[in-house]
């Protein structure tokens, strides 16, 4: 099936610093992608939805100028937490759009995953 | 909003066991319904989905029906064996999966040989 990847897998940095989070798919180009952040024990809050060459779509209650996104090119889109705080500490999860999936014998629409970055602000 | 509710875990069955996994929703409109799986180290997996009331969504032993009369959308497997310990999701979306999707917290299961 499509691959997703994300880079890094693990992040630890300190307070006030910005962190880039990359999301790639590896074998389909994805005008969409999704971001989503999971705490632990809880379930995955969709983020944003990132379309490639315009602004991405933020959800309800998330910061656009805490946590940007970037989709420049149809296999990347990146998030870069802005100023990380340790209440930004968090499992973030991308997954891309394969809407050619149905033509290579998958499914119309389906969403493939990435791996996940943990990411620790100290 | 939109919501998923799904039994906590983390559930423990022996091996051949028969699995159920409860997941009921809140919605708005008709939207899809998906059941995902989460190996250890890995990215979320489509294990099975359906789309419109009654449908049911099968792959590798599981299957799952869309019931709209109940809003659930409940996993089940007649016999697991060890390699399916996993996490499951249940979620739900709309435009058959285009959209961004809202899951459940997430179902540990654990297979003891």
């Known amino acids: 099936g499509a691959v997703v990847s994300q880079h890094p897998s693990r992040v630890i940095c300190k307070s006030g610093t910005s962190v880039k989070i990359e999301c790639r798919s590896l074998?389909?180009?994805?005008?969409?992608m999704f971001w989503y952040r999971q705490f632990p024990k809880q379930s995955l809050m969709l983020m944003a939805t990132?379309?490639?060459?315009?602004?991405?779509?933020?959800e309800q209650g998330v910061e656009k100028d805490k946590f940007l996104i970037n989709h420049a090119s149809l296999t990347l889109s990146t998030l870069t937490v802005t100023s990380a705080h340790p209440e930004d500490s968090s499992f973030y999860i991308c997954?891309?759009?394969?809407?050619?999936?149905?033509?290579?014998?998958?499914?119309?629409?389906?969403?493939?995953f990435g791996p996940g970055t943990r990411l620790t602000v100290l | 909003g939109d919501s998923v509710t799904q039994m906590e875990g983390p559930v423990t069955l022996s091996e051949e066991a028969f699995l159920t996994i409860n997941c009921t929703y809140t919605?708005?409109?008709?939207?899809?319904l998906f059941w995902y799986v989460q190996y250890p180290g890995e990215g979320l997996q489509l294990l099975l989905k359906?789309?419109?009331?009654?449908d049911k969504g099968s792959n590798k032993g599981f299957e799952a029906t869309y019931r709209k009369e109940t809003t659930s959308f409940h996993l089940e497997k007649g016999s697991v064996q060890v390699s399916d310990s996993a996490v499951y999701f249940c979620?739900?979306?709309?435009?058959?999966?285009?959209?961004?999707?809202?899951f459940g917290k997430g179902t540990h299961l654990i297979i003891q040989p």
């Open positions: 997954s891309a759009r394969d809407l050619a999936g149905g033509a290579r014998g998958g499914s119309y629409n389906e969403q493939f």
């Open positions: 074998d389909f180009q994805a005008t969409t």
């Open positions: 990132s379309n490639e060459g315009s602004k991405a779509t933020y």
């Open positions: 919605a708005t409109g008709y939207p899809s």
């Open positions: 359906a789309t419109k009331a009654d």
């Open positions: 979620a739900l979306g709309s435009g058959g999966g285009a959209d961004g999707l809202t």
